[in-house]
């Protein structure tokens, strides 16, 4: 498989085989491509080949990668997935339409702040640390919990919350990976018992090595970049 729609042709079919060993409903699991560190020309590539989610971690090659892939497409839906940090937060809101690495209150309100100015409204996921060698995400159920109540009482008017992410520990023992997966299927229902006002019905779960048992836990989105793209070129 040498081109980006190769690649892309054979993720989807994975996903769906996937899906249909778990015993779920075909395409019930969005794929989002991870094009950090890979060009322009890749990412309209995959557009090419019907793919219209992307994933970037760091905001700075977002902003200039995005700014020239907007005026290609349409329908595109950029997702930034890695750590924010509050001094990037403003570019973030202005070229992303989901920010999926909301781990802390704080981050909420800067987001909110931006999102009003822009008068855009921004989706999020909370991202718990479920995994012990993860190195982002909420420390805490009480500390989450305290995030998505501010969202529910209003507090972000701008901010549209959707679900939860996690990053499963980077390890080849596959029961602490499931564990890590099951930890986070069991607290988003807890909170979506808790908070039924928000509509908090999304799993971010799962990357290129475990994506096949995040299904199995209930992603409802699984995080795939090199082998879509490629090995990536670090500059």
Excluded: W
């Amino acid at each position: 498989m040498n081109t980006v729609s190769e690649r892309l042709s054979e993720i989807k079919a994975k996903i769906n085989e996937a899906e249909k060993k778990a015993g779920r409903e075909l395409n019930s699991v969005k794929l989002l491509a991870v094009s950090k560190f890979h060009s322009e020309e890749a990412v309209m590539e995959a557009y090419r080949a019907g793919q219209f989610s992307f994933g970037e971690n760091r905001v700075q090659e977002a902003y200039s990668k995005f700014s020239e892939v907007y005026k290609n497409t349409e329908n595109v839906e950029l997702h930034i997935i890695g750590q924010l940090q509050s001094n990037k937060v403003k570019k973030a809101v202005e070229i992303a339409s989901f920010i999926e690495s909301v781990d802390r209150l704080s981050l909420i309100k800067e987001i909110e702040k931006h999102a009003a100015a822009f008068n855009k409204n921004i989706k999020i996921f909370f991202e718990y640390h479920t995994g012990e060698d993860s190195k982002s995400g909420f420390e805490s159920y009480e500390l989450l919990k305290e995030a998505v109540q501010y969202c529910a009482e209003g507090n972000a008017p701008h901010i549209i919350p959707k679900g939860f992410m996690t990053m499963a520990p980077f390890t080849d023992d596959t029961e602490k990976v499931r564990a890590s997966f099951v930890k986070m299927r069991e607290t988003a229902e807890n909170l979506k018992k808790e908070f039924p006002s928000l509509d908090l019905t999304e799993l971010s779960m799962g990357m290129s090595g475990d994506f096949e048992i995040a299904i199995q836990e209930g992603s409802t989105e699984v995080r795939i970049g090199t082998a879509i793209f490629g090995e990536r070129i670090y500059s």
